[in-house]
């Protein structure tokens, strides 16, 4: 995929997002987290999917390795730009790199976010992106804190995404904040969702109850 067309009915300033779910999910019995089945939702990057929609995020891409052709076959409906990362074991680094490049040498702010923690409400991606956002001088990395716990997603700047592009696979994308600190603007949510890290089945099935009892999507 090369550069992405900008939709000309969009305003000027404009938040990509970047869905990470290339990893070969070894703890969730290989079964991929995006295709995590949310009852009355669909899969988990169906739901995501919509969250960014609502949130007028675009474009939408979604970078997929480990079974990549499962993912489109079964989210062909979906309205987004698939990215497929054939290095996705090498990490989660050069799955968004993968992400990165696919947007091209003129990317606008972007949204990060992994599958891992796919129950972030709507409004919590609302307030990450709303103005001044990464557009604030010097912020290059938002990150929402749920009770001073930092999670995902977070919305790259422009420096935080040509830092990014050069990492090497084993550098952490947590090696931005902690290098760049006064980069980084921390916004506080009332959303759970952002400190998941569901790796396994047992995860998944209590974020999942949690979901159902707090949020009415």
């Known amino acids: 995929m090369g550069t992405v067309i900008r939709d000309p009915d969009l305003p000027t300033r404009m938040v990509a997002a970047i869905l990470l779910a290339a990893g070969g999910s070894s703890r969730m019995g290989g079964e991929p987290k995006g295709l995590q089945e949310i009852p009355s939702e669909g899969p988990v990057l169906a739901r995501m999917a919509r969250v960014c929609a609502g949130a007028e995020l675009f474009p939408v891409l979604a970078v997929v390795g480990y079974r990549a052709a499962e993912h489109r076959d079964r989210l062909s409906s979906l309205p987004l ?8 074991a090498r990490g989660r680094t050069s799955s968004a790199q993968a992400g990165l490049r696919a947007l091209g040498d003129d990317p606008p702010e972007c949204l990060l976010w992994p599958v891992d ?10 307030r990450l992106v709303a103005p001044p956002g990464a557009a604030l ?7 929402p804190a749920f009770q001073g716990r930092r999670g995902h997603p977070v919305l790259l700047g422009p420096l935080a995404q040509r830092e990014i592009r050069r990492y090497p696979d084993d550098r952490p994308l947590s090696a931005f904040p902690a290098e760049h600190p006064r980069a980084v603007r921390e916004v506080p949510v009332d959303d ?4 998941d890290n569901l790796d396994t089945p047992g995860a998944f099935l209590d974020a999942l109850q949690r979901f159902r009892g707090e949020v009415k999507a």
């Open 117 to 126: 923690a796919p129950f972030v409400q709507l409004s919590t991606l609302q």
């Open 137 to 143: 001088a010097g912020v290059n990395w938002s990150v």
């Open 81 to 88: 730009h698939w990215v497929e990362h054939p290095g996705w």
């Open 192 to 195: 759970p969702g952002v400190t």
